[in-house]
Nanobody
Framework: QVNLAESGGGSVQAGGSLTLSCAVS????????IAWFRQRSGLMREGLAV???????QLHPSVEGRFTISQNDAKTTVYLRMNNLKPSDTGVYYC???????????????WGQGTPVTVFS
């Protein structure tokens, strides 16, 4: 059982930045990839970025240039740095441990509880 815990959410003015953290209990061999998702009001959960335990990463085109994903050397924490935030980035952000190296939704993934982000204009 992989346990994940997000932190770092909050309220920020448009144009500002936030760094979200995802603490991962272990990089399980079956779910070694950590992805960030968000769920905006009334919309389905959408994948934003993924990073493998070796450091390979992918970003959704909609956030490329504004968001980056990284991890610490111990691979126990995965970060999502979000710059130039927009009100449309408002939502609950989740991290998930999954088998595939993609930010596609995976019903078999292990999920954190989420951290809310509010961007006001």
């Amino acid at each position: 059982q992989v346990n994940l815990a997000e932190s770092g959410g909050g309220s920020v003015q448009a144009g500002g930045s936030l760094t979200l953290s995802c603490a991962v209990s272990e990089r399980h061999y079956a779910k070694p990839n950590i992805a960030w998702f968000r769920q905006r009001s009334g919309l389905m959960r959408e994948g934003l970025a993924v990073i493998s335990d070796s450091g390979y990463f992918q970003l959704h085109p909609s956030v490329e240039g504004r968001f980056t994903i990284s991890q610490n050397d111990a691979k126990t924490t995965v970060y999502l740095r979000m710059n130039n935030l927009k009100p449309s980035d408002t939502g609950v952000y989740y991290c998930a441990a999954k088998g595939g190296v993609s930010y596609a939704y995976d019903p078999e993934a292990s999920w954190g509880q989420g951290t809310p982000v509010t961007v006001f204009s």
